[in-house]
């Protein structure tokens, strides 16, 4: 049995807590506000996040920082890219002991082009605080992995131990764990598969049906390859469960924020609308920025993610975008698949 804090209460931070609750594993669950707290302590829910789900009792809430990363050896860090550096920084001043740090949060930082495992050793850059970052990813909805209902995911970290020691944590009869030295990899796939999330759903608004859905998960498995690849990541990752599976359930499923996104987006309403009407963070989002920008960098084709940044930051019409895709040169499958397998 360990001490384990999760620093993030939306849903995915919560059906991880109670993954790590189910492993006999004492959980302490950190969030900003007091009243979500007070729900989680008293009333073991978090409706807002994962409405009519029940909490094991061993996950208690907290708001104060300190007190939840006290004589802790591994937190588990949920929460947006956009707030990885600020939350990381609060941690640095709380902590009084070295921590493994598993993180299951995926996107790229616009700018620096940075994976979130490069974020955290930054920010922890000149203390003793950090002993090693864990990545978790995989095709996991928050909302069944609460429910229980079998689930496999991938961990990863440039020390095996730290791997297994996540391995070790999670795993147990509904929550298969795997490990992957592919660090790169793994990260690269979690984020980017959001991307082709928000054009399936752009493509599904547009009134477009499986055939298009099919050619758009095809084609941007292998947009996400070429870029991992071109930054040392190991292909064969990309056809596991960080790359095909992730891609499959963030496509397809009803639960996916970024496919419902895409789908606004694609029956007309504006990106401020959208991101009013979901009332969550949307990561392909800003990873679509840090994506373009990325293979604008290291001149690699993601023809995909160009449109879908055109649609997003240049004003350009969905289907406008969709006739520009489907209008591009022609080309041959095989020598595409081998040009990034021969790139590695």
Request: hydrophobic share 40%.
């Amino acid at each position: 049995m360990s001490n384990v804090t999760v620093i993030g209460a939306g849903s995915w931070g919560t059906a991880l807590a109670m993954v790590l609750a189910d492993n006999n594993h004492q959980v302490r669950l950190w969030a900003r506000r007091d009243e979500q707290i007070n729900e989680i302590n008293q009333q073991h829910r978090n409706e807002a996040y994962l409405p009519g789900v029940e909490l094991p009792q061993q996950i208690i809430g907290y708001t104060d920082l300190a007190q939840a990363v006290e004589d802790v050896e591994v937190l588990l860090l949920v929460v947006p890219t956009k707030a990885i550096r600020e939350t990381v920084r609060s941690l640095r001043e709380a902590l009084t002991t070295p921590v493994t740090i598993i993180h299951a949060s995926k996107g790229i930082e616009p700018g620096t082009h940075k994976r979130i495992s490069e974020m955290i050793e930054d920010e922890f850059k000149g203390t003793d605080f950090l002993r090693d970052v864990v990545v978790l990813s995989g095709p996991s909805h928050a909302e069944e992995v609460s429910m229980r209902q079998p689930t496999t995911v991938t961990v990863s970290s440039l020390n095996h131990e730290a791997s297994s020691l996540a391995q070790n944590l999670f795993m147990n009869q509904h929550f298969r764990v795997y490990t992957n030295q592919d660090l790169i990899g793994v990260e690269t796939g979690g984020a980017l598969k959001n991307i082709i999330a928000l054009v399936c759903g752009l493509t599904n608004g547009l009134g477009m049906g499986d055939n298009t859905k099919a050619a758009i998960m095809t084609r941007g498995l292998a947009e996400i390859t070429r870029l991992g690849v071109k930054q040392g990541a190991n292909p064969l990752t990309f056809a596991g469960l960080s790359g095909l599976g992730d891609l499959i359930v963030t496509c397809t499923s009803v639960h996916s924020r970024n496919f419902r996104a895409g789908k606004m987006i694609g029956q007309g309403q504006s990106l401020d609308e959208v991101l009013r009407n979901m009332g969550m963070v949307v990561e392909g989002i800003r990873t679509t920025q840090a994506a373009y920008e990325l293979a604008n960098e290291l001149d690699v084709e993601m023809p995909i993610t160009s449109a879908l940044y055109e649609v997003l930051f240049e004003g350009i019409h969905p289907k406008e975008a969709s006739e520009k895709l489907m209008g591009r040169v022609k080309k041959h499958e095989v020598e595409q698949i081998s040009d990034f397998l021969e790139s590695e």
